[in-house]
């Protein structure tokens, strides 16, 4: 091992507005807040999700792959249809609620994430 894991960065066009976001939706807290670099996440010293203002910022789309995804956050739940009414509550869009165990929703920038129950 040559260290521990720190954080996730997702890059975005509005750092406050998506921290925001994913703040409601996990129950973190700010742990670091500038204007262009927004860090959540349980507590200071643990890993936690950076959202960094990229100028020009483009949004993946899911599934198409002109502009691939890359990667994307799971977020455990213990019922799809209420969490998915929150998350939509707080500007998540529903892109594919068709598998059993999860649904595919987009956060206020375009970026996908999961809401899973098994």
């Known amino acids: 091992m040559i260290g521990s894991w720190h954080g996730l960065v997702i890059d975005c066009n509005d750092p406050q507005t998506l921290a925001a976001f994913y703040q409601e939706l996990l129950g973190y807290t700010r742990v670091q807040d500038e204007s262009d670099w927004v860090v ?8 936690g999700i950076a959202f ?18 890359q990667m994307h956050i799971d977020i455990k739940v213990d019922s799809l249809e209420d969490a ?4 939509i509550g707080l500007g998540a869009t529903l892109l594919s609620n068709s598998e059993k165990i999860f649904w595919v929703f ?5 970026h996908p994430f999961c809401l899973v129950c098994f």
């Open 52 to 69: 960094q203002k990229i100028e020009n910022f483009v949004a993946p789309t899911w599934p198409k792959e002109h502009i691939p995804t």
């Open 40 to 47: 959540i996440g349980k507590s200071p010293d643990q890993p």
């Open 106 to 110: 987009s956060d206020p920038e375009g």
């Open 84 to 87: 998915s009414n929150v998350a």
